[in-house]
């Protein structure tokens, strides 16, 4: 068996980012319901704090660190949203943070991270630059590095989303998660195993960023090489932590096709009225694709995010 | 004093929907108070069945007509929310809906009163050419015709949305809504008369579209010319049945250029996550150009709707 954070770890973690997170709604729409046949909850994290679930896992981490580690501030490597995340996350906490980013990052995703009083180191955008420049200021500055996913204090942070959602709506046969570094999926499946075992949990991956299916299929980590698709927060390959997690406790990984993705993510801005970012869209994408038929079921979909370049929309930009 | 709705006919009226409409959310924004230096609680009618709160005056309507008047169907004329608005009415009433629209209205539009079940009928686009093609419809087919605001039973509907708004925020000190034909804010303006009579109510309209305001400051009602505004639900003017109501019991009336209604949007897309249509950004587009003043204050503003083209965003299409 692989480790892994307990319930009482997640629950832990619920308690201790409460005060600093939003309970976000649970929505349903009876158009789209109609469309897939079965009954939806989608679990809007894109009205969460910074515009993403993954406030979860920063807040956690940074407040679970020892007031020694945290006191010199905290660092992370990231063009997304784990960066603003971390950067809001310190600031509720009152301590520093660092974030390397690619300098050719969207201003809009470097002026949130400004926004929120992080100090921004400017890197060339490769993995080698990042993590090479993100030594380099934890060295100087003694700040705690924070993974933005292979992290056993991420991961319990993320899963509170789902320990909220199975609260809210209690009988439900599969919950879908869209699936990047795996943070989000394996703490969804770890509070589905712990508190409601009947329930399926289906992660959503873009065929073009496919390295979780793939490793889930021949059971043996296999990273991306080269991702490419417009769900740009699902461009990263699981970790050793995540990887176990997600081959033990998941019940199947199902791939979207980037017509498949701008199709949801449409769905949803037209039908239900709210802003959801590319990646949000993959669990809904697999339905209206038919990867998954969820005829007469009652599935729950965490919608990742919200946070889109509003300049940019995959429908106006992309051919689908 | 002018002919109006009484309370008693706005809380029939809300009796009477009840079971055809939705009750839609109150929602607030830290980012955008800071903004604005108050508190701002926005009801979000573009949750609201058929994307706004047409369906509101909409039904109210057409379950108010003798089962005599309505058997033969309810008809209008309009190439926005109102039509899509009737048609849902009369399809939750188990009547048909005739609805004559210019043929060079979108899609999108054309789409979702036909997706209600409404017969369609085209004409050129002007308004001499609707009327006269409604006057046809109504002729041949018996249908009782409704007005999309100059009418007691939709203005009484439309009130609703302010007396949900006032049940849940009770210390109001101003309730906005954006102005077009009147409908909306007279419906307002007398749900707040009765209620929360210490709250003002405060119109807002589009500087290309200012016929409520010329009206409101001469005394007389003034017709609109060539109106031109992106706040396309707003292009119509006061009628004689709402007038005489804005003119008695709103507070005041401010305009909104198309540069702040544009900002307040997508500032609302941005921050809150949802989407709006430009006509529901006119109120907050007047406070973030300075138009009021709502330092310290508690703030009602009616998001009236959510229909828009994601083809033709206003930010990229419009020179701002």
Redesign the interface.
């Known amino acids: 068996m692989p480790s892994f954070p307990t319930l009482d770890e997640i629950q832990e973690a619920a308690k201790r980012i409460r005060p600093h997170i939003h309970r976000t ?1 649970v929505l349903t729409c009876t158009a789209i319901n109609k469309m897939v046949g079965g009954e939806i909850y989608f679990k809007c994290e ?2 969460q704090k910074a ?1 993403a679930f993954k406030i979860r896992g920063a807040t956690n981490a940074v407040f679970s660190l020892s007031e020694n580690k945290v006191a010199r501030g905290v660092a992370t490597h990231s063009s997304g949203n784990h960066a603003a995340a971390l950067a809001l996350a310190a600031k509720s906490h009152g301590v520093k943070a660092y974030v390397v980013m690619p300098e050719n990052a969207p201003q809009v995703k470097k002026d949130a991270v400004a926004g929120y009083g992080a100090e921004i180191f400017f890197c060339t955008p490769t993995l080698r630059a990042r993590e090479e420049t993100l030594a380099k200021v934890v060295d100087e500055t003694g700040a705690a590095a924070i993974h933005p996913y292979n992290d056993f204090l991420i991961i319990a942070g993320q899963a509170t989303a789902a320990l909220e959602l199975l609260e809210d709506i209690s009988d439900l046969d599969i919950i879908m998660t869209p699936i990047g570094g795996g943070g989000l999926t394996s703490g969804t499946a770890l509070s589905v195993r712990f508190i409601s075992p009947r329930t399926k949990v289906i992660a959503a991956e873009p065929q073009g960023a496919d390295d979780a299916y793939r490793s889930f299929r021949s059971g043996r980590l296999i990273p991306s090489e080269n991702p490419r698709t417009i769900a740009d927060g699902l461009l990263t390959s699981l970790g050793d932590k995540t990887f176990p997690i997600v081959k033990n406790f998941v019940d199947d990984i199902v791939t979207v096709s980037e017509e498949g993705i701008i199709k949801a993510m ?1 769905c949803i ?2 039908r ?5 970012e590319p990646s949000a869209a993959v669990p809904l994408g697999a339905l209206l694709t038919n990867r998954l038929d969820i005829s007469g079921k009652h599935v729950g979909i965490i919608l990742s995010g ?1 946070n889109v370049d ?2 940019r ?1 995959p ?2 930009t992309e051919k689908a």
């Open positions: 709604a894109n009205f515009g449409r801005w037209e239900m009225k709210i802003v959801i919200g509003l300049d929309l429908w106006l």
